[in-house]
């Protein structure tokens, strides 16, 4: 079956960084879009950044030019690397593919920046 394993959060100091990684299986991982999204406490969840199969990226405007989304396929794992990391980027962070019509989540990681 189709699982995803987010590790990598925590408490981070503002202007910190912290690297998240979502490691696939159940699916042909190398073909399929990734994306990492995140919820705040009495938030909607919000995309955050994707990676198409082919390596092209996209970013909200709220962490473009401080989160990096990038893919490893032969480990099955898509990772966030977070710079600058300010209070507002607190919040559960989830990964997500799509397959066909299905959405499928992990787990969550909390990440949380605070002095």
């Known amino acids: 079956q189709v699982q995803l394993v987010e590790s990598g959060g925590g408490l981070v100091q503002p202007g910190g960084s912290l690297r998240l990684s979502c490691a696939g299986s159940?699916?042909?991982?190398?073909?399929?879009?990734m994306s990492w999204h995140r919820q705040a406490p009495g938030k909607e969840r919000e995309l955050v950044a994707y990676i198409a199969s082919f390596g092209l990226t996209n970013y909200s405007d709220s962490v473009k030019g401080r989160f990096t989304i990038s893919r490893d396929n032969a480990k099955n794992t898509v990772y966030l690397q977070m710079n600058n990391m300010k209070p507002e980027d607190t919040a559960v962070y989830y990964c997500?593919?799509?397959?066909?019509?299905?959405?499928?989540w992990g787990q969550g990681t909390q990440v949380t920046v605070s002095s």
């Open positions: 159940g699916f042909t991982f190398s073909t399929y879009t």
């Open positions: 997500r593919v799509i397959l066909r019509t299905q959405q499928y």
